[in-house]
């Protein structure tokens, strides 16, 4: 069974401060692996994927993601936060061998502020 | 692009009512799934089905049924609604790495 756990409910960071959300996994195998934002009232964008290749995977908005499979983690960084990087954010892995079809298993969330 | 839509937005119900969540996909994909959003929790998974006709229980299928009649409609079935059932329902469709998210429906069970 896979799980996602994000460490921290809520962070909360200064206006050009780095970005560093924790997310930690559990796969039985290698997984593909997720960041998606939620920015209130709206539903979830894709920020980033991991599937194969690159470890260091860059996405939309300045964010970037590295997998590190002997620590299994999949962290979310952003040198510089924006005011409007303000928002939900949810780590997923899913199973790419198809077994249960690619489920996808979310972590609970960590909310960002941004302080100016 | 793989377009989902759900059949409403915003729906109140009253506690027992029988309530029905539609989920369409316009692509040929056999993977659906039906998520439920709640603050602190993130998205849990109710049901999914990767064929017309199959199903399987996710984590929280408790309450809930599902039916799958057609490859593009994944139905959620409330069969008696509760309060403890008000929350941002999800509904997903999954092509290996590929989701698409439909734009969620808010259940309110007063």
């Known amino acids: 069974a896979q799980s996602v756990t994000q460490l921290g409910s809520h962070v909360s960071v200064s206006e050009g401060a780095l970005v560093l959300l924790r997310c930690n996994y559990s796969?039985?195998?290698?997984?593909?692996l997720f960041w998606y934002v939620q920015y209130p009232n709206q539903g979830l964008q894709l920020l980033l994927k991991?599937?194969?290749?690159?470890?260091l995977v860059k996405g939309i908005n300045g964010f970037e993601a590295e997998f590190k499979k002997s620590e299994t983690s999949f962290h979310l960084t952003k040198p510089s936060a924006h005011m409007s990087d303000a928002a939900e954010y949810f780590c997923?892995?899913?199973?790419?061998?198809?077994?249960?079809?690619?489920?996808?298993?979310f972590g609970k969330g960590t909310l960002l502020t941004v302080n100016p | 692009d793989v377009k989902v839509t759900q059949s409403s937005r915003y729906l109140v119900k009253r506690t027992g009512e029988k309530v029905f969540l539609e989920c369409v996909q316009d692509?040929?994909?056999?993977?659906m799934f039906w998520y439920r959003q709640d603050p602190g929790l993130g998205l849990r998974l109710i049901y999914f089905?990767?064929?017309?006709?199959?199903?399987e229980k996710g984590d929280i299928p408790e309450g809930y049924s599902v039916s799958r009649e057609k490859k593009e409609r994944f139905s959620l079935i409330l069969e008696s609604a509760s309060t403890n059932q008000t929350s941002m329902y999800l509904c997903?469709?999954?092509?290996?790495?590929?989701?698409?998210f439909g734009p969620g429906t808010r259940l309110t069970v007063t």
């Open positions: 997923a892995v899913s199973d790419p061998s198809g077994g249960s079809n690619y489920k996808l298993t």
């Open positions: 796969s039985s195998v290698p997984p593909y």
């Open positions: 991991y599937t194969t290749g690159a470890t």
């Open positions: 692509m040929d994909h056999e993977n």
């Open positions: 089905s990767y064929d017309v006709k199959m199903k």
């Open positions: 997903v469709v999954v092509n290996s790495y590929e989701q698409y």
